[in-house]
């Protein structure tokens, strides 16, 4: 079966960064169809950034030029490098995977989110 694990969510100050990271089994991250995703409170959920199968990166404007998307393939683990945060940043992040159209944003799996607090 196919289980996402974020991790490397915390608390930072601003202009700090943080490495989150997605460790995948039942999936092949190499694949691609994975992706980054964000919920703040009150908000819907936001599309950080995704890889699709032919490995084109997508990111989203706000984040365009500070975050980064890197998979290590030999450890099958999806990473998210964010630098320079904002407190607009903060939310739980979630790891997505399976390009599916009929699936919730677009992904049939996702991880359980990991907590990213950006203070001023």
């Known amino acids: 079966q196919v289980q996402l694990v974020e991790s490397g969510g915390g608390s930072v100050q601003a202009g700090g960064s943080l490495r989150l990271s997605c460790a995948a089994s039942g999936y092949t991250v190499r694949t691609g169809c994975m992706g980054w995703f964000r919920q703040a409170p009150g908000k819907e959920r936001e599309r950080v950034v995704f890889?699709?199968?032919?490995?084109?990166?997508t990111y989203a404007e706000s984040v365009k030029g500070r975050f980064t998307i890197s998979m290590e393939n030999s450890k099958n683990i999806l990473f998210l490098q964010m630098n320079n945060l904002t407190p607009e940043d903060t939310a739980m992040f979630y790891c997505?995977?399976?390009?599916?159209?009929?699936?919730?944003?677009?992904?049939?799996?996702w991880g359980q989110g990991t907590q990213v607090t950006v203070s001023s």
């Open positions: 997505a995977a399976a390009c599916d159209g009929f699936r919730y944003m677009g992904f049939r799996f």
């Open positions: 890889v699709n199968s032919y490995g084109a990166i």
